[in-house]
């Protein structure tokens, strides 16, 4: 099956945005973030093979994070294809302009219950400023398994409620469910997951991606390439390690909000950061709550304590 990256500049840490073309299929898989620039690194991409937009029928994003769905209304329409998302992920692009002030209000009350200051949450809300998409846009919604122009959807949800991979043939395009450098961010990249102990979502999902019967090499939405075995086992690693954390940074006498561990792991934060630290840590924290290693003692804010068992925190699930 015919392939193509095109890479953004769109700077990140987790490494430039990839955009992959099915020109045989006329299937693209996350267009890019908004913005004139990357809409024209996006169509000399297509100038390169020569790929027009008449030949794309079909617009694929992986979730609804806007450096990866930023240009996908804007490509849909001028292609005149078909946008193509998760249903959990489809209203935050389909219903743009309305489900971002829901999504708004959720982050603020999400980062309340998680014990950040006023100020912080203030800031948060403040530097959360509008991408360039249209209020509202056709958005086909699907379920795990679905196929479009004959790739397969596998629903892969952690980072997002929505999340999917997509799979072609024997290769795996994983979006940010697994990325090279970096974990991607479990429980403040999408507040819908307070409450649904998103680590263990994200879990489940990599427990998924080791059953497939597909090619080790994966190509991730941050990068060109990834060893997907070798990654996934890194990525657990790492939330071991983060699940430790947490059961240290929660103090046996006295209570820690996720604010608290937050800052004990990550230091000073503002912005965005705030939002994906608290959101680790809250994540990490009711993970830690299932196997026992801190108890929760407080709903607004939330709050734990540790156990006993937990000042070593040497008890962790087999699950890793």
């Known amino acids: 099956m015919t392939v193509f990256r095109i890479a953004h500049e769109h700077g990140s840490p987790e490494g430039k945005n990839s955009t992959y073309v099915f020109p045989e299929h006329g299937v693209v898989v996350d267009p890019g973030p908004p913005g004139d620039a990357p809409y024209e690194t996006l169509r000399a991409g297509f100038a390169d093979r020569g790929v027009d937009l008449s030949n794309i029928d079909d617009v694929i994003v992986t979730h609804w994070h806007s450096d990866h769905a930023g240009l996908a209304p804007r490509l849909a329409t001028a292609a005149d294809a078909t946008l193509h998302l998760h249903a959990r992920d489809a209203p935050l692009i389909r219903d743009y302009a309305s489900e971002r002030e829901r999504r708004l209000t ?22 959360d400023t ?4 249209p209020e509202s846009i056709p958005v086909t919604e699907h379920e795990d398994g679905d196929r479009v122009a004959g790739l397969t959807l596998r629903h892969t949800p952690g980072h997002t409620c929505g999340h999917v991979a997509v799979q072609a043939d024997q290769t795996l395009y994983t979006g940010d469910a697994v990325l090279p450098m970096y974990t991607p961010n479990v429980g403040g990249s999408d507040t819908r997951t307070d409450g649904e102990n998103p680590l263990a979502m994200y879990l489940d999902t990599l427990d998924s991606l080791t059953t497939l019967d597909v090619d080790p090499h994966a190509h991730p939405g941050h990068g060109p390439s990834v060893h997907l075995p070798k990654r996934i086992e890194t990525t657990r690693q790492h939330h071991r390690e983060r699940v430790r954390a ?41 993970y830690a709550e299932t196997i026992d290693l801190v108890k929760r003692v407080g709903t607004r804010p939330l709050s734990y304590r540790a156990t006993v068992e937990s000042a070593d925190a040497v008890k962790l699930s087999t699950r890793f």
Do not use: C, N, Q
């Open 106 to 127: 959720r982050d603020v009350e999400t980062l309340d219950r998680w014990g950040a200051p006023d100020w912080i949450v203030s800031d948060v809300r403040e530097r």
């Open 246 to 286: 947490v059961a240290e940074a929660t103090p046996v006498e006295g209570v820690a909000t996720p604010w608290d561990v937050a800052r004990t792991l990550f230091g000073e934060m503002s912005g965005i950061h705030a939002k994906m630290g608290a959101g680790e840590a809250a994540a990490h924290l009711a």
């Open 130 to 133: 509008p991408s360039s998409m």
